[in-house]
């Protein structure tokens, strides 16, 4: 085949990672797979080398490839997979995202399981064209007699600490504009490897955003060997009566930071935690729910607030929950500007922000 041909040169970018306590978490979580089923202690990085682990064990069509892939990926990710699985199927290519993109639609429209890695989503632009006009529009503009399905894009995404504007970035929205990909963001290590998982294997080309801040502070039970948990529903982290709070990936911890304090500084109020976990398309019927019985709504993520999928959920719940609500939905989001530097802990929506968002709505009175 074509692709046992294509291993590019190996080329580096800097390896950083972000260092430190991870954000206090008392909530159950709710376990997506089965009480019975063994687990195992690990990183949210390690969780995503076990789910590409299982992905080409199970598979002998898949391949996985990137900038540094070969020898692991700049965060590690796919270390020791080339040596398992072999040079044919777990390879490099050329620094060229527009290159890795539209190689990866030509290996999935003739069958095979794609699993392409952007080593950063700040640099899947020049990847766009490819993914938003080819891999999101193959089935429709033949008439479903060619698709691009089992093709994943896989990319560190969101603030790090010290990434600046070219390594901090959050593009979700843009692709959620476009029909016909599903977008897709873990919170915890093992949201990681069951959505993933879950992610290679769907019908559908799937933009895979990895929260690179909490790749190593986040740390869990995962459970070993195979399992997926559904794309398209979100989950509830921890019941409330008195707000709704929305959000994904790294900002899940913000906002259960942001309970904890407003829990204990707002006496009498409860909120709701809902992770979203798949962006596109996104569980309406989950968060409408829960809006018809809190009477109130934020949405929170580190994308900027103009345009960003807040509005969005915003609007929808605007739309069906009018009656419902008993305060204006609040959005606690980055700025519209350019990712800083220096500025990065101004720019970010933290848990001050959110619990501001909380105090404002709970004591709404028109």
Same mark, same amino acid.
């Given at each position: 085949m074509a692709f046992n041909k294509f291993i590019g040169t190996q080329v580096g970018r800097q390896n950083f990672q972000?260092? %430190?306590?991870m954000l206090s978490n008392n909530f159950q979580r709710t376990r997506m797979f089965s009480e019975a089923q063994q687990t195992e202690k690990m990183t949210l990085v390690g969780a995503i080398n076990s789910a590409l682990d299982v992905a080409l064990e199970t598979d002998p069509h898949s391949c996985l490839f990137g900038e540094d892939v070969a020898f692991g990926g700049v965060f590690r990710a796919a270390v020791g997979l080339r040596e398992k699985y072999g040079p044919e199927r777990v390879f490099n290519t050329p620094l060229c995202e527009q290159g890795i993109a539209g190689f990866a639609i030509g290996l999935a429209a003739n069958g095979v399981t794609s699993i392409a890695e952007i080593q950063f989503a700040d640099y899947i632009f020049p990847a766009f064209d490819q993914i938003v006009n080819e891999a999101a529009k193959l089935r429709y503009r033949s008439g479903g007699t060619y698709n691009c399905g089992k093709l994943v894009f896989r990319a560190p995404y969101g603030a790090v600490g010290h990434g600046g504007h070219y390594h901090s970035q959050s593009p979700e929205a843009y692709f959620c504009h476009t029909p016909g990909l599903k977008v897709v963001v873990p919170s915890s290590p093992a949201e990681a490897k069951g959505l993933l998982l879950a992610s290679i294997r769907d019908a559908n080309p799937v933009i895979f955003l990895e929260p690179k801040w909490i790749y190593r502070s986040s740390v869990g039970e995962v459970p070993i060997g195979d399992f997926e948990i559904p794309l398209g529903k979100a989950r509830i982290v921890k019941p409330g009566t008195s707000v709704t709070l929305v959000g994904w990936g790294a900002q899940m911890l913000v906002l259960e930071k942001a309970i904890e304090y407003a829990e204990k500084n707002l006496p009498g109020v409860s909120v709701e935690l809902i992770d979203l976990r798949t962006l596109s398309p996104w569980d309406q019927e989950t968060v409408i729910n829960s809006v018809q019985k809190t009477g109130k709504l934020i949405v929170s993520h580190e994308a900027p607030v103009t345009g960003g999928l807040g509005a969005e959920i915003s609007a929808k719940v605007m739309e069906k929950c009018f009656l419902s609500l008993e305060a204006p939905i609040e959005r606690v989001c980055g700025y519209d500007t350019p $990712? !800083? %530097?220096?500025? +990065? !802990? /101004? @720019?970010? !929506?933290? @848990?001050?922000? /959110? $619990?501001?968002? #909380?105090?404002? /709505? /709970? +004591? @709404?009175? #028109?």
């Open positions: 972000r260092t %430190g306590t $990712f !800083p %530097g220096a500025l +990065e !802990p /101004v @720019y970010v !929506p933290s @848990y001050l922000k /959110v $619990f501001d968002a #909380i105090k404002k /709505v /709970v +004591e @709404y009175d #028109i």
